[in-house]
């Protein structure tokens, strides 16, 4: 990453976020992800959501899913988290890394097109 006059140039990595209504569903897209390089980690947490749906306020424990990729790989990842979500709207949604460690989204960039061993 460079700056160029104290403006950031955004990095080529994401975070894509989707949460999931149980955790078995979730773990197995977290896995699916990683196993297919399109992640090259994805972090999974409990959250308690508030919604709008169908014209009715609503509640739900979720999973959260943060998935570190590039932007190079997202549609591929938005077309694996819709083959196996059961929600029939789920949250996909991908914040650019503006900053963080060069090592650090090194890996990511490496775990996301290296060949599998």
Same mark, same amino acid.
């Given at each position: %990453?460079?700056?160029?006059?104290?403006?950031?140039?955004?990095?080529? $990595? &994401? *975070?894509?976020? $989707?949460? *999931? !209504?149980? @955790?078995?569903?979730?773990?197995?897209?977290?896995?699916?992800?990683?196993? /297919?390089?399109?992640? #090259? $980690?994805? =972090?999974? %947490?409990?959250?308690?959501? &508030? +919604? @709008?749906?169908? !014209?009715?306020?609503?509640?739900?424990?979720? &999973?959260?899913?943060?998935?570190?990729?590039?932007?190079?790989?997202?549609?591929?990842?938005?077309?694996?988290?819709?083959? @196996?979500?059961? +929600?029939?709207?789920?949250?996909?949604? #991908? &914040?650019?890394?503006?900053? !963080?460690?060069?090592? +650090?989204? /090194?890996?990511?960039?490496? /775990? *996301?097109? =290296?060949?599998?061993?």
């Amino acid at each position: %990453m460079v700056d160029h006059g104290g403006v950031p140039v955004l990095s080529d $990595c &994401v *975070v894509l976020m $989707c949460a *999931v !209504g149980e @955790r078995d569903e979730a773990e197995a897209i977290a896995a699916a992800l990683v196993a /297919a390089r399109l992640a #090259a $980690c994805v =972090q999974l %947490m409990p959250v308690d959501s &508030v +919604y @709008r749906w169908e !014209g009715k306020t609503e509640r739900a424990s979720e &999973v959260m899913l943060h998935a570190k990729t590039t932007r190079d790989r997202l549609a591929e990842a938005e077309a694996l988290i819709k083959a @196996r979500h059961s +929600y029939a709207l789920p949250e996909i949604i #991908a &914040v650019p890394i503006v900053g !963080g460690s060069a090592e +650090y989204l /090194a890996w990511v960039r490496a /775990a *996301v097109t =290296q060949e599998p061993a």
